[in-house]
């Protein structure tokens, strides 16, 4: 096991009170303390999260063991209260209509059933950094305290460790890495598609490493 968290260290991330990245790296000794993890996708109207909002969240939990087993899934569309606020290529990427949205739930139910789902447990993702950013944003709206563990990880920087550029893969994007590791996916730009893409990738990424192949296991 230490070999595998001397792999996975680059890709924890500490957080303050209010789940806030803090830049601070973490420790091998809060690895070991780690007891799940919640892999998170968050589909956004825009890239400000003072302005823009979540439009879709999902998440992933899993025991932090072995295969990463799982506990529990969640996900749903969220109703947006100002859309006009909303950049139109963001929309169009994750497929927004009213009649795709019309079973969406408004943010503070779709917050509420988020962090009971992944309360106590590390956030994942691929890609964070903004991921975490519009989480602390909404709890504020919702003047919520933060559920999670103090820590975040990262999937994306293990990534290009265990595979290299240029080896295996050439772009470190979500999907090309799932493709090139030969994980099938639900569908592209929903939130519990790439939240179950990014813990399908990290279950593959720990094999390679335990198995001592890729730029990780070297």
Known sequence: MERLFDALLPGFRLLDEEGRLTGEPASRDMLMRVESVFVVDLEMSGANPQMHEVMDVAGVRARFEPGLPEMASWGTKVRPRHIGNAEPAALKVIGYSPKAWREAVDLGAAMEDFTAVG????????????????????????????????LAFDVQPVARAVLKAGEQVDRFNLGHVADRLGI???????????????????????????????????
Do not use: C, M
């Not at 691929?126 to 933060?146: C, H, K, N």
């Open 119 to 150: 309360a106590g447990a590390v956030v994942a993702g691929w890609g964070i950094t903004q991921d975490i950013a519009f989480i602390v944003e909404s709890l504020r709206r919702l003047a919520r305290p933060w559920p999670f563990a103090p």
């Open 184 to 218: 099938g996916r639900l569908g592209e730009h929903g939130a519990l598609a790439d939240a179950y893409a990014t813990y399908d990738v990290l279950i593959k990424l720990i094999e390679l490493i335990e198995n001592g192949q890729g730029g990780g296991g070297r």
